[in-house]
């Protein structure tokens, strides 16, 4: 049979344009916000990126030592951040400021580790040789080693750190798509450590069982994160039903911030020299130098201390909760449900942070503190809605897949496929690895349709020298 022409027409994209963002709320981050604007100011780069590296690495320093602390509910100060911005918006410029005393203070403690673990080997081998005449001595505990900073660690390696290295842990990476690409994030691998990390976010005990090796249940460990990415892959990780649905997603801080390349002119300033990151630099090696409260001698489980509401802090954290509680059933914001649902605890982890950045011996978080967290959880909020519907896929489709079927079909041959006209079978066979199934192409097939980029064709076609039943042909000359 013969196929019409394809026409020149404009299909309409399969991703919507996100809107603008919301200015990001940089007043509300209390005592951090002069170190804030001063980074921004100094290197140009966008003030939200700014805020998600100086709250993240603010936040690792802190979530050791307290917890915050109400109606007998206990909510680590850990938080996940994950910032979006093009390559050239100086994500890895403004990331070093915020964690070099992190690096500093690590290096340092790999010094004493070498030292340390030369005592143990000692005290080891001294330990083996008496054992057998003196029954009741005590094994040599092992020195732990101080990694606090990891870029793309694997789900078991992250947990072994935990378990026998620093019990207070940060995965701090700009090229977060390293991580998200990488070996923790197969698809044999993702479910199990979502899930994981969900439950380090949360700060219950994990248990790790292996074939053949004894069960570990791991307590009282505390992991932040900050993933910062390039919107490509941004979209394949919010696009994600399964994160979204898993509850992850619920425990990041998204945020896409306003570029600000093309309005940028040198500044001759030396970031070291400041007087608000130097202020910055000595407050967090105070907390990161400050001995770590640990439960017992072993040093496998921190004891961090309560840190509870003032009266007023808790009337106002109570009425947001409920402010939100009525939001999470509205159709309009399903998108965003399972950050919703986790938004009066952000407030809460947040409002703890800052607390203990402007007072590190503060045992109560103020009501002026919560109104912060308040302020800077809505502005998350305002991203995730904008973020999550630019984001947004069919029902029962995956964003990033169907552009990939996209880019399949804009790549078919003039030679292999005549006017571009080609069988349902042909995708799922020989497309993207996601589609496998003949349902799942016809899902795809359909929402390529509906926006314009393919059309369904009657009667058979002939593709690969065979007659198929389900034909479509492209409506776009590539």
Known sequence: MSYPDTKKITPDPLRREPGAPTAPPIDALGPLAPVVKEVAHA???PPALVMQSFLAATTLAVQAHADVEIDGR???LSENFFTIAESGERKTAVDQIATKPHHEFQREQLEIYEDELARYQKDKHKYQHQKKQNTSLAAPIPPRYPLMLVQEPSYEGLIELLKTGWPSVGLFTDEGGRFIGGHAMRPEQRLKTMAG??????????????VGKR???IYD????CHLMVQPEVAWEFLGDRLLMTQGLLGRFLICYPQSTMGHRSYQAVNVSRLPRVNDYHERIMHFLRKKLPYQNKLKDSLLPRPLGLTANAYVCW???YNTIEKQIGEDRLRVIRPFISKATEHVARLAGVLTLYGAPDATAISEGRITQGIMLVDFYLKEAIRLMEQGKADEGTNLMTAEKCLAWVKGLSAETYPKGVFATCDLYQ???SEVRTAE???RYLWQLARHGWIKRLSGTVTTHGQLRREGWQRLIDC
Do not use: C, H, K, N
């Not at 990390?197 to 292996?210: D, P």
């Open 430 to 432: 020989r497309g993207p």
């Open 43 to 45: 290197t140009q780069a």
């Open 318 to 320: 109570r009425e947001y």
């Open 440 to 442: 799942q192409a016809r």
């Open 221 to 224: 460990r505390r992991f932040s």
């Open 197 to 210: 990390l969900s439950e380090l976010w949360s700060g219950t005990g994990i248990s790790r069982v292996r």
């Open 215 to 217: 069960i570990d249940m």
């Open 74 to 76: 206990v909510f680590p």
